[in-house]
């Protein structure tokens, strides 16, 4: 049974940097600079949660700290904790705990009905006596003897939590340490979704598909990152290197895409990919949001033939039409059935297609066809 929230408290956050500010001296201020500074240093995914655990340590005293992944929908858990040896008494029963009475924590029940919080502490949501009174206490956060915790959750995928809590055993953390964690959050989220980017396109580029590429680009429409398949990708079908701006196709797309998803009534999934051929591939562009900006995913495949393609032969729209049903195998009747056309029609068409392409009969023009639009010769040949 979840607990419910204190009748008269609500979550008192720090309303914003100005009033943060205020209660922090210029030590503080100074240290924190500092600490982001370091932050943003950091270019190690595997050890970004150990180094953010450390520097809000040093800044907010605290027994330990540790960085949380809860899988919302299923029975997951990942924790990594500082300092390092507090991953001994993190048991695997200590886990089993953890997650059978995970809805009793006040802060798993704000995540519930928020989506995510600030720097908020178990005595904003209800007394120590009540929290000291849970299963979830006794059976877990009394075995590291944690009475006071302070957590913030971080943006993360759907049915996913990331949260950092900080903990006490003596006494409870104050509103000077609710601020410093404050000025922090939003320098912690940049440099965790940073380092989450970092691990896909390290798994991405491990795959070595030279069909598939990603493409980050930031709210402004510049290039951040990009697979090196995506810049082959992008270079072969656009002609020209990334110098930190996508393409004015991909750039004019992305635009429409936008205005079509903030109009009234239109839905994410009828807004198609961009595609373009080039020969016999194409590619097809796809987007979607990640954090400020947007990933591109880019993925070749071989392009289906189409009768357009047989324009580079001369031909008008119509005849090539025409010379694409000869490369089916198709005779002038079935082909006039098809376009809508008379037999005496197609006949005049098909004469026009042997002059423009110097050749004597139907197989000559079919292997041409064929060709062009990179199908095999061997079997039409043989059903002509």
């Not at 055993?169 to 000077?176: G, I, V, Y």
């Not at 991909?250 to 999934?269: D, K």
């Not at 031909?315 to 009747?333: C, D, E, H, S």
């Not at 423009?356 to 040949?381: C, D, H, I």
Request: aromatic letters at 6%.
């Amino acid at each position: 049974m979840k607990p419910p929230l204190r009748s008269q408290t609500r979550v008192r956050n720090v309303r914003d940097e100005r009033s943060a500010i205020r209660l922090l001296t210029r030590r503080d201020l100074s240290c924190i600079l500092t600490s982001i500074q370091q932050l943003n240093a950091c270019n190690e995914p595997d050890a970004f949660a150990f180094e953010v655990l450390a520097m809000l340590l040093s800044l907010v005293p605290a027994k330990g700290a540790s960085f949380n992944r809860l899988e919302m929908q299923s029975v997951g858990l990942l924790c990594q904790q500082y300092p390092q040896r507090n991953l001994e008494a993190l048991t695997e029963q200590s886990r089993k705990s953890f997650l059978e009475f995970q809805d009793q924590h006040p802060f798993v029940s704000l995540y519930r009905q928020t989506g995510g919080f600030g720097s908020v502490r178990t005595s904003d949501l209800m007394s120590q006596r009540e929290f000291e009174r849970l299963a979830i206490y006794n059976e877990y956060y009394r075995r590291f003897d944690s009475r006071f915790q302070i957590e913030f959750t971080l943006p993360a995928p759907r049915d996913v939590c990331f949260a950092i809590a900080l903990n006490r055993a003596d006494r409870d953390f104050s509103e000077r340490d609710r601020a410093v964690l404050e000025l922090l959050r939003p320098h912690v989220a940049a440099g965790h979704r940073t380092m989450r980017m970092q691990l896909e396109f390290k798994a991405l580029e491990q795959c070595a598909d030279p069909a598939r590429g990603v493409v980050l680009v930031s709210a402004t429409g510049r290039v951040r990152h990009l697979t090196s398949s995506a810049l082959c990708l992008l270079e072969k079908y656009f002609g020209k290197g990334i110098d930190g701006h996508l393409p004015e196709e991909i750039s004019r797309w992305l635009g429409h895409r936008e205005r079509l998803l903030a109009s009234e009534g239109c839905l994410r999934e009828r807004v198609g990919p961009l595609v373009t051929e080039r020969g016999s591939h194409r590619l097809e562009v796809q987007a979607r949001c990640e954090g400020n900006g947007q990933m591109l995913l880019l993925r070749e495949s071989n392009a289906p033939p189409s009768p357009s393609r047989l324009t580079e032969l001369g031909l008008t729209p119509r005849q090539a039409q025409v010379l694409y049903w000869i490369a089916q195998g198709k005779t002038n009747p079935e082909i006039g059935t098809i376009l809508g056309a008379s037999h005496h029609t197609i006949h005049q068409h098909v004469n026009a297609i042997l002059e423009k392409l110097g050749v004597e009969n139907r197989a000559s023009a079919m292997l041409r066809a064929l060709e062009v639009l990179g199908l095999p010769k061997t079997a039409q040949v043989a059903r002509s």
